[in-house]
């Protein structure tokens, strides 16, 4: 019991941290050109354990697309919605992951047959310690910090993400991000 408190407490720690310092002047913001692509496939290999332990089918299609962006910051917008849409689907349930890329902009959508969120709890699912699922008990994970992290990322580089879904029917997150070169200089999305 003290163990997962301890672990439960670290994890807030860390997301608190990682926040205020998104939200500092001192947050190195370091774009570079890369394979988005080969990103998100790397990072759904690395959760393998997790959507294989509870027999999920994932249907993943994934353009070819080079983005320019803060690979590093990024990689926590996509872990943190694959890693919700795994726990909030059911045993067999589906995920489905795209990427795709039109002229001005790459779109990501990580979408799944999970639970849902109500229209009432989606306004308020980027803010700081909000969490949609008020059942879920300290044992289950999360703090509330984890979408406010991938807000706070995707404007970091002039991006949106958009929500929808419906109880019982599943969720559908959309990232929008520019594929135009950032000013390395200047924060972004502040």
Do not use: C
Request: overall charge positive; hydrophobic content about 35%; proline content about 4%.
């Amino acid at each position: 019991m003290i163990e997962l408190e301890t672990d439960r407490l670290s994890k807030l720690s860390d997301n608190l941290l990682k926040l205020t310092s998104l939200e500092s002047e001192n947050q190195p913001f370091d774009p570079k050109r890369y394979r988005l692509d080969k990103q998100l496939r790397q990072i759904i290999l690395s959760v393998e354990p997790q959507w294989s332990k509870k027999d999920l089918l994932l249907d993943i299609d994934l353009d070819e697309v080079l983005i320019f962006a803060d690979k590093e910051l990024l990689s926590h917008v996509w872990i943190n919605l694959i890693r919700n849409s795994i726990k909030f689907t059911p045993v067999k349930g589906k995920i489905y992951i795209r990427l795709i890329q039109t002229p001005k902009e790459a779109i990501v959508r990580i979408s799944d047959t999970g639970i849902g969120i109500t229209h009432e709890d989606q306004v308020h699912l980027f803010e700081r310690f909000f969490k949609a699922d008020k059942s879920r008990n300290r044992t289950a994970g999360g703090n509330g910090l984890g979408l406010s992290i991938v807000k706070k990322i995707v404007d970091m580089h002039v991006g949106t993400i958009d929500v929808d879904s419906q109880v019982g029917v599943g969720t559908n997150f959309t990232i929008y991000l520019p594929k135009k070169e950032l000013n390395p200089n200047k924060k972004q999305g502040l």
